[in-house]
């Protein structure tokens, strides 16, 4: 995920007889600005490489894993594999304060950065649940949802019944991973 610290486990094998000699990897871009070095190893000649490294994608797309190798005999090559990188999501919640038993709307604003530190609006249809916790209690009940429109937004009607707080909760960009906005208080007149 874009800005998203990731461990990876490197891997090489030199061919029988031979040693590794340099074994560079990147995370390869078609803009060189975007490329991250993940490690450089093998200064020492060694038949294989297994080490993990860590790296913090910068742009979301399809990208692949650059591995330059060199062995004793001269010989370089360059292998590359697939890698997905996810644009970040975040959403932050805003609620009016109402009298007990009014009808308002919670609004929602969803982000996504496709680029390290750039947000923008995320895209229409993603649905968003609103989940408010009463006072004094710690289970968070879902209000509603609603999907979101031009601009990342989420509008979700709520009745105002009780002292606590709302939260947002959605997908992710990253499958099978949730978004969970930070909450903010909400008080009934």
């Keep these: 995920m874009v800005g998203r610290r990731a461990l990876v486990s490197i891997g090489a094998v030199a061919p029988t007889g031979r040693r590794l000699t340099d074994c560079r990897v990147v995370l390869y871009d078609f803009d060189p600005r975007d490329e991250v070095p993940v490690g450089h190893w093998c200064t020492n000649p060694t038949p294989s490489l297994r080490v993990p490294a860590s790296l913090t994608p910068r742009v979301a797309g399809l990208k692949s894993f650059n591995f330059l190798l060199s062995d004793n005999t001269g010989h370089i090559g360059s292998y590359y594999v697939s890698a997905s990188v996810y644009a970040a999501r975040r959403a932050a919640v805003s609620a009016p304060t109402l ?9 929602v604003v969803v982000q ?7 947000w923008s609006a995320a895209p229409r249809g993603v649905t968003v649940y609103l989940q408010r916790r009463a006072a004094g209690t710690t289970r968070w009940i879902t209000l509603g949802s609603a999907k979101t429109v031009a601009g990342g937004i989420a ?13 947002a909760v959605l997908a992710s960009s990253v499958p099978h991973e949730t978004v969970i906005s930070p909450s903010i208080g909400v008080k009934v007149t």
């Excluded at 007990?100 to 919670?106: L, N, P, S, V």
């Excluded at 996504?112 to 750039?118: E, G, K, Q």
């Excluded at 509008?155 to 939260?167: D, H, Q």
């Design 99 to 107: 009298p007990y038993g009014a009808r308002g709307k919670a609004k």
């Design 155 to 167: 509008s979700i009607p709520f009745t105002s019944t009780a002292n606590g707080a709302f939260r």
């Design 112 to 118: 996504d950065a496709h680029r390290l530190n750039t």
